[in-house]
């Protein structure tokens, strides 16, 4: 008995210990499920480690680098920027403020524009530097402060202004960077970017309560920081826990159709317009001056005779194909200050039929033959007239290394140039044109790209833009008009 007595105990014993067992494990299973094992959390902090140096990478590869040196002015000007294509509030964005920062230090000089100094292409930062990789303090890694040819931050200068921008952190749909002034008096603007929604705003809205903008920041996991620390949930608004989730994502960040879309206006940046008249001409000769253009990849202006459209249709298509600015030269080329009013309203509404038939814009703007124009003519063309500040003289001498020395001499910032596209010579002038340009710090735009900002008026005329020569338009003298 007392043995069968002990098997009864050793028996009961066996069965609670397995019931506790069978209570106990799947609840170690769940408490296994709920506390990642150890490593689980640097995995994820190494992902997003990971999608923060992609993201970076992706907006470095895509952005633009710009200067803006003028060691003669006063203030001083050494502004370094960058644009990214596909992200127009965001650049519109950065130069409102780079547009306000230079007029509050009398960069403007008492004008109502900016006039843009020249600066050479060898100032331009690499783009790299517009998006360091961070510590996790917030601030540039050492290797990304080696790299940057920037000047060493020291005490304020009353006589130099010093601005640039920098993207902090990115992710998902969204952008955050800021533009900071760092003399005469530091100042500092922080921008949250949508780029679905093409919106930009002050990122101060991410946070809850008031936050210095200078120190925000991000680092190396992809996450907001103020004064080096990441944020914690409850300092942030509904908009910024969104923002703070999808800067751990993937950034999507779209392309513009065409990359030659500027980036930048020509409020701040010094352009030129290169412009081409008498066209369509021989497919070969039209096609030389294509591919110069794509082989720059820069846009250019044709302003085409409508006869010579219906002669040449298909080479009329390529060149609208190729994505220029195509505009009315008249039907036949005549002076329209010489002929009747009704004659020159034919010249301009065949030609524009002309355009229309090949794929041309509907409302194109007008280059006088010749330049040719007075009050009642300029009435009756009804839109704006384009001329030029700077001739070539193309048509004339048909010496490819003349042209180009006539704009290496001529063009500077708001020029339009003045060529004709169906001479061999000029087409083979094309790709030093452009590379002259170019090298000079220019930036080649079409003529509505060039104007953009100064409002159209109907019967005037536009040589130039900026303050380089009384015919020139700016905010005070919109056009030229003819008396």
């Not at 992200?87 to 109502?112: C, K």
């Not at 640039?164 to 800021?178: F, H």
Request: contains cysteine.
């Amino acid at each position: 008995m007392p043995v069968r007595g002990d098997a009864l105990v050793y028996t009961l014993f066996s069965c609670a210990l397995a019931l506790s067992l069978f209570i106990l494990l799947p609840g170690a299973v769940v408490t296994a499920n709920r506390h990642p094992p150890p490593g689980a959390k640097d995995l994820t902090a190494q992902e997003h480690r990971t999608t923060a140096a992609e993201n970076r990478a992706l907006v470095t590869k895509s952005m633009r680098s710009y200067a803006i040196i003028a060691e003669k002015r006063s203030p001083r000007l050494n502004i370094h920027v960058f644009g990214v294509p596909g992200a127009p509030s965001l650049n519109s964005a950065v130069e409102s403020r780079l547009s306000t920062m230079i007029e509050n230090a009398g960069g403007f000089d008492g004008r109502a524009e900016f006039s843009p100094p020249l600066t050479s292409p060898v100032h331009r930062w690499p783009t790299a530097t517009f998006a360091p990789l961070r510590t996790a303090s917030g601030e540039p890694a050492p290797e990304s402060q080696d790299a940057t040819p920037g000047p060493g931050r020291q005490a304020p200068d009353p006589d130099s202004l010093d601005i640039d921008n920098s993207v902090l952190v990115g992710g998902g749909r969204y952008l955050v960077t800021t533009v900071e002034q760092h003399s005469p008096q530091p100042h500092t603007a922080v921008l949250l970017t949508d780029l679905d929604a093409e919106t930009t705003i002050d990122a101060r809205r991410l946070f809850t309560a008031a936050v210095d903008p200078a120190t925000i920041s991000g680092d190396e996991l992809g996450r907001l920081t103020i004064e080096g620390r990441p944020v914690s949930d409850a300092e942030l608004t509904p908009l910024g826990t969104q923002v703070a989730d999808e800067l751990h994502t993937p950034l999507k960040l779209v392309q513009p159709a065409d990359q030659r879309t500027p980036d930048y206006s020509c409020a701040l940046l010094p352009c030129v317009a290169l412009t081409y008249d008498d066209g369509p001409g021989e497919a070969a000769t039209e096609q030389a001056i294509l591919d110069a253009a794509a082989e720059a990849d820069i846009r250019v202006t044709y302003f085409f005779l409508g006869k010579n459209i219906d002669d040449f249709p298909e080479v009329a298509r390529t060149v609208i194909a190729d994505g220029h600015e195509v505009d009315n030269h008249t039907y036949r080329h005549p002076r329209l200050s010489q002929i009747p009013s009704a004659k020159v309203r034919r010249e301009i509404r065949r030609t524009r039929k002309s355009l229309n038939s090949v794929g041309g814009d509907t409302d194109p703007l007008v280059r006088p033959p010749y330049g040719a124009l007075d009050k009642r003519s300029a009435h009756v063309v009804g839109v704006p007239s384009i001329i030029w500040d700077v001739d070539t003289g193309d048509w004339q001498h048909r010496d490819p290394k003349k042209i180009v020395k006539a704009v290496k001499a001529q063009a500077g910032p708001g020029s339009v140039v003045l060529m004709h596209s169906i001479h061999p010579s000029t087409a083979k002038a094309a790709p030093a044109v452009y590379a002259t340009v170019a090298d000079k710090g220019l930036y080649a735009v079409t003529v509505r790209e060039l104007f953009a900002g100064i409002p159209w008026e109907k019967a005037g005329s536009y040589f130039c833009r900026g303050y380089a020569d009384p015919l020139c338009s700016n905010p005070e003298h919109p056009s030229v008009q003819k008396n």
